[in-house]
DNA sequence: AAGTCGGGGTA
DNA sequence: TACCCAGACTT
């Protein structure tokens, strides 16, 4: 019998040591799949399990998600980071209902057409909702490519890139597609992880370059290191009672479309700032603990302000603004951060004995 | 080719 | 603390 090809080793371990169970899979439904497949961009599957079983109990099809408000996915999304994502989602679900009847595309080209999903997000859909030859390249099969073949370089940079995808491509198994596309993630998420691979246990040891040469901890070649810049940053947190004024963000830029606290640069007057911006009156309460949020490309030091409205003016129609009870404010799309503050405190009152703000060392 | 876009898991 | 994760999109 001959050596097995790397095809073949991954699709035999798969169907005895894969995962099987995933709430994603047991369907072909491409709605299902898509959704999937979406938040899992840049997120581990742990994370997302939650948030997949709220959104598909909500959204249950292709067309009760394009009838959504935007607001209400967003909701659904908040937490989970890259917002534009959530707005694709439903912009590319409208697009289906609107151009395919309703019906998810299935060539591979009208599914990569839609917004929000690129080459791999399209491959993945092709092979497991429609059995489609196709090749993917996420994180994980980055990993295992640069190992068992040696490739060196940072896979961020497109000569690698480039490379990769052509190894992924002819790798390709004549049958057995879906076994081996999830084969490929089971093992990048449960053998061939980023520190502490199990290579014991990996079917490809024997025809790998980098276990042979003792390159494992050294591939796939890390990111080259930057110091991050950082941002300073002052949130107002206006109460009035137990109501807090939100305001809605840009679509583009950080933490596009949620609602999020008004936000002020460091070191201006607060109270004078609230006046001009919603002719509000207000009573400076003791600032909160300072603490950080680091995004991919920047490091954020947030000062969180409360200030007590002494009286509740009128805000001007279509300001982005409005004023919710605490209670419908944890229920809308709002950014982690923000979130982890209302959840602590009301009214510039800490709830617990000891805040336990969010990474709020300094 | 480089920058933008979150949040959490993990060591 | 620093890196990475079922990447896509813009410039």
Redo the contacts with the bound molecule.
């Keep these: 019998m001959p050596d097995p090809s790397f095809a073949q080793r991954v699709i035999a371990w798969q169907r005895s040591y894969g995962?099987h169970d995933?709430p994603?899979?047991g369907t072909r439904d491409p709605y299902a799949i898509w959704v999937?497949?979406?938040?899992?961009?840049?997120?581990?599957?742990?994370?997302?399990i939650p948030y997949y079983q709220r959104f598909m109990a909500r959204f249950p099809d292709i067309v009760s998600l394009a009838g959504a408000q935007e607001d209400a996915v967003l909701a659904l999304w908040?937490?989970?980071?890259?917002?534009?994502?959530a707005r694709?989602l439903h912009a590319a679900a409208q697009a289906v209902v609107a151009t395919h009847g309703g019906r998810f595309p299935q060539t591979f080209d009208a599914i990569?057409a839609?917004?929000?999903?690129?080459?791999?997000?399209?491959?993945?859909i092709a092979v497991f909702a429609f059995g489609q030859r196709r090749a993917?390249?996420?994180?994980?099969?980055?990993?295992i490519l640069a190992r068992c073949f040696g490739v060196s370089g940072?896979?961020?940079?497109?000569?690698v890139e480039?490379q990769l995808w052509s190894l992924a491509e002819s790798l390709l198994p004549d049958s057995g597609i879906e076994a081996y596309t999830?084969g490929?993630?089971?093992l990048?998420?449960t053998i061939c992880?980023?520190?502490?691979p199990a290579c014991e246990a990996c079917p490809l040891q024997p025809i790998c370059h980098a276990d042979r040469h003792r390159l494992t901890i050294s591939l796939?070649?890390?990111?080259?290191?930057?110091?991050?810049?950082q941002k300073h940053t002052m949130l107002l947190l206006l109460w009035h009672g137990s109501e807090i004024l939100l305001e809605k963000r840009p679509v583009?830029?950080?933490?596009?479309g949620?609602w999020s606290l008004p936000e002020a640069e460091r070191g201006v007057d607060a109270r004078q700032f609230v006046r001009r911006r919603f002719g509000l009156e207000t009573e400076l309460l003791p600032a909160l603990p300072r603490f950080?949020?680091?995004?991919?490309?920047?490091r954020l030091h947030i000062l969180p302000q409360p200030l007590r409205v002494s009286a509740k003016a009128t805000l001007p129609p279509g300001c982005g603004a409005l004023w919710l009870e605490r209670a419908e404010a944890l229920g809308a799309a709002?950014?982690?951060?923000?979130?982890?503050l209302l959840a602590t405190h009301d009214e510039g009152v800490s709830r617990s004995q000891t805040p336990a703000l969010?990474?709020s060392?300094?």
């Design positions: 995962r995933l994603w899979q999937s497949e979406i938040m899992l961009q840049q997120t581990q599957v742990t994370t997302v908040s937490g989970l980071g890259y917002y534009a994502r694709n990569l839609l917004p929000g999903i690129g080459r791999s997000t399209a491959a993945a993917i390249l996420d994180g994980n099969v980055k990993r940072w896979p961020g940079l497109p000569a480039k999830q490929l993630m089971d990048g998420a992880t980023r520190n502490r796939p070649t890390p990111r080259p290191d930057k110091t991050l810049p583009h830029g950080i933490w596009g949620l950080s949020h680091t995004f991919t490309h920047f709002l950014p982690a951060p923000v979130r982890k969010p990474g060392r300094t």
